[in-house]
């Protein structure tokens, strides 16, 4: 059960620089470039809605196991090194105490406040082209 170890301790791995993200993204220090990248895959890991859904047997977890681990590759080499060093400290500190370790119902509200937003501007572009045309 070795590679089953090595995964945990992988998945704690991306759980911590998802945490350091998110701090980044509160960092002045962060370039505003970075701090959108670092938005959209901290967005993303925490969505409900994927590329894939996951209902669809092994590509429905590719995409999670892919674009989450690239995204945040992508986006650490945005945030200046020191920043980053610092995130992640205070990453691994929120992680050791896990009761402060939950985003809770506010993460989730604004993910679900985003996608909502989102979709009912697709509905509102998409009825107004249909609706010009005709």
Known sequence: MQWLEHWKTR???LERELYALYFAIKDERTPWY???AAFCVVAYALSPVD???DAI????????LIVVPVGIMLVRRLIPPMVLAECRERAQARLED???AR????GMA?????W????????YFVRRCFLERT
């Open 34 to 36: 970075a701090k959108a």
């Open 110 to 114: 604004m993910v679900v406040i985003i």
């Open 103 to 106: 985003l809770g119902w506010l």
């Open 57 to 64: 047997p092994v590509l429905g977890y590719l995409d999670d």
């Open 11 to 13: 998945a704690r791995g």
């Open 98 to 100: 896990r009761r402060a």
């Open 51 to 53: 590329l894939i859904p």
């Open 116 to 123: 909502t937003i989102l979709f009912v501007l697709l509905v």
